[in-house]
């Protein structure tokens, strides 16, 4: 059995843009990184983290990675084991990027490797929805699953739990920015209406369900006829400096469709090309420098790998 493992989990984009919820993808960068060692002392302890411009919490119940691999351990009746962990965040906190499920999916994921694969990915999802239930009020999925399973995924139902991984294109690249400004996901979440007007909600389905035929019938075209948010963006959109414009922007540079990134303010767009996603990165980086406002960009492909043993 393996006394310790470095364990890489990916950022992921959720709800991309008419999904919200439900539909989330992992990118290859950026991501966190979780060391994770055996110790003779019971229980769970956080030894280090890096990264976070002391943001975190060293206390293992209040900080999502340790706090997810607790209700793992008492799951499997394995509270005698002990584990000390150390947490290099490689990825902004408050990014809009999943940076708190890609701990915690780092973290389950050494543990449950660590004792010899006791439990299936699918097993291992409800331990991450607690992770995100820690970190932002709400436990949802489309930040975890995607992590965690890698690739395109589809939450059909949260009650029950029924995660489905969708095809893509395979030659379908996300640029994606974090523009330097704070807008934390519990705030964003409650500025969204709690009722909608059914003639929007017809045209919210209408586009998940084009967005998820154009994955699977490899129609890039399709995916970016349907990426349009109705509901969600209008009222999102207010806290990213001029969205409107940067979506202006990446879409005369090619980009097939632009969003919001989970509750932002990072944005994202898929391009045919990852030259394209770079060009629409850097017309995006310097008009947010002309507003005096820094930022952090990434072109990845979908990652469809999700965590993975990295030492």
Request: a negative charge; glycine letters at 10%.
């Amino acid at each position: 059995m393996k006394e310790s493992i470095k364990v890489f989990a990916p950022a992921t984009v959720a709800n991309v843009v008419c999904g919200f919820d439900v539909l989330g993808f992992a990118v290859n960068e950026p991501g966190d990184e979780v060391i994770m060692r055996r110790t003779d002392k019971d229980g769970v302890s956080i030894s280090k983290i890096t990264g976070d411009d002391g943001r975190l919490p060293l206390d293992a119940g209040k900080n999502t990675v340790s706090a997810s691999v607790q209700h793992f351990l008492k799951y499997i009746g394995r509270e005698d084991v002990g584990v000390e962990i150390d947490l290099h965040k490689k990825m902004p906190i408050g990014s809009g990027l999943g940076s708190s499920s890609a701990s915690t999916v780092a973290g389950l994921f050494a543990i449950n490797e660590l004792l010899g694969k006791p439990l299936g990915v699918k097993e291992l999802l409800p331990f991450a929805m607690k992770g995100e239930e820690l970190a932002c009020g709400y436990g949802h999925a489309d930040n975890v699953a995607p992590a965690l399973y890698g690739g395109f995924v589809l939450i059909r139902s949260y009650e029950p739990l029924d995660i489905i991984r969708l095809p893509h294109p395979k030659d379908l690249y996300a640029a994606i920015v974090f523009p330097q400004v704070d807008v934390p996901t519990r705030d964003a979440r409650q500025m969204i209406r709690s009722k909608v007007l059914l003639k929007d909600a017809v045209v919210q389905w209408g586009n998940v369900a084009g967005l998820v035929s154009g994955l699977f019938m490899n129609d890039i075209d399709l995916i970016g006829r349907s990426m349009k948010d109705v509901i969600v963006e209008p009222v999102r959109s207010i806290l990213i400096p001029d969205f409107y414009k940067l979506k202006e922007l990446a879409l005369e540079c090619g980009a097939v469709s632009f969003g919001i990134s989970g509750s932002g303010p990072s944005v994202f767009a898929f391009a045919k090309d990852p030259q394209v996603a770079e060009n629409i990165n850097e017309k995006i980086k310097q008009h947010l420098s002309s507003l005096n406002i820094g930022s952090i960009s990434y072109v990845s492909a979908i990652n469809d790998e999700g965590p993975k043993t990295i030492g």
